[in-house]
């Protein structure tokens, strides 16, 4: 009988697991019958976190007494119900015999998934926001709105966006980390595309031209200058928001047996 054993790195402890395997993985397959311990490493396992499985075999040993195991850490020494095992808890992360450029590490899946939420949902949430302004007072083709409502619907979006610029800065960092090249491109043009926005949006009341009859405390604007501006947020957002919603769906396929 076949028992697998995963690393677990915070704990510094083995974890009985025979489902799945990312690539920085430490892995121990115990042969109970044969008293074997094969030791295995993942593609993106480094030598300091290797060394540190090899110093902890002894404490999984000791759960088992009655066995007196030889180590085998040379994977072509595997006999081949071992690497069988091997191959069907890492399928998801190989193709062809080489290793995908995938998330390795658990924390990232997760930090990437709720950032990656996060991208996706604070500007829809902005973009709500920005089209209340259909809804303000209008007269003579000029919506009707006062200064201090202003400030609050411009801003409330503003600060939205410069969330957004934060949470791709992180998922960038994730996919460099992680040598995620369509993570670094996704997140790239998202940071790109929300900086043009806060930067615009920055304008405040200079975004408009004011109508005739406009004083300090209430603004009348003209209604095609509101569709304008609009048309301008919705088609930037769309610009990221749909390959992010594309990218989270995929993410999902692959990684959501892993989150949480």
Not at 106 to 122: D, K, Q, R, V
Not at 142 to 154: G, K
Not at 192 to 215: H, K, M, P, R, W
Not at 229 to 239: D, T
Request: hydrophobic share 50%.
């Amino acid at each position: 009988m076949l028992r697998t054993y995963i690393l677990n790195d915070s704990k510094s402890k083995w974890v009985e697991e025979d489902r799945h395997l990312l690539s920085h993985d430490t892995c121990v397959i115990l042969d109970e019958e044969n008293e074997i311990l094969y030791l295995w490493r993942g593609p993106k396992n480094s030598k300091r976190r290797f060394k540190k499985g090899y110093m902890h075999l002894k404490e999984l040993v000791s759960g088992f007494p009655e066995l007196k195991p030889q180590f085998i850490m040379v994977k072509k020494n595997f006999p081949s119900e071992v690497l069988m095992k091997l191959d069907s808890m890492s399928e998801k992360f190989l193709k062809g015999g080489k290793t995908n450029l995938l998330f390795s590490r658990l924390i990232t899946i997760n930090i990437y998934f709720i950032i990656l939420m996060g991208t996706i949902i604070l500007p829809i949430i902005s973009l709500f926001n920005l089209s209340s302004s259909l809804l303000w007072p209008n007269s003579n083709g000029n919506y009707i709105i006062i200064n201090t409502t202003f400030q609050l619907w411009i801003n409330f979006s503003e600060a939205l966006t410069y969330i957004t610029v934060t949470l791709f800065i992180i998922n960038l960092i994730i996919g460099v980390i992680e040598i995620e090249y369509e993570v670094i491109i996704f997140s790239f043009i998202g940071f790109l595309i929300c900086v043009g926005l806060a930067v615009y949006l920055n304008f405040d009341i200079f975004l408009f031209i004011f109508q005739e009859g406009s004083t300090l405390t209430n603004f009348l604007i003209l209604r095609e200058d509101i569709w304008f501006f609009l048309s301008i947020n919705l088609i930037s957002i769309m610009m990221f928001e749909i390959p992010s919603i594309l990218k989270l769906i995929s993410f999902l396929k692959t990684y959501g047996k892993f989150i949480f």
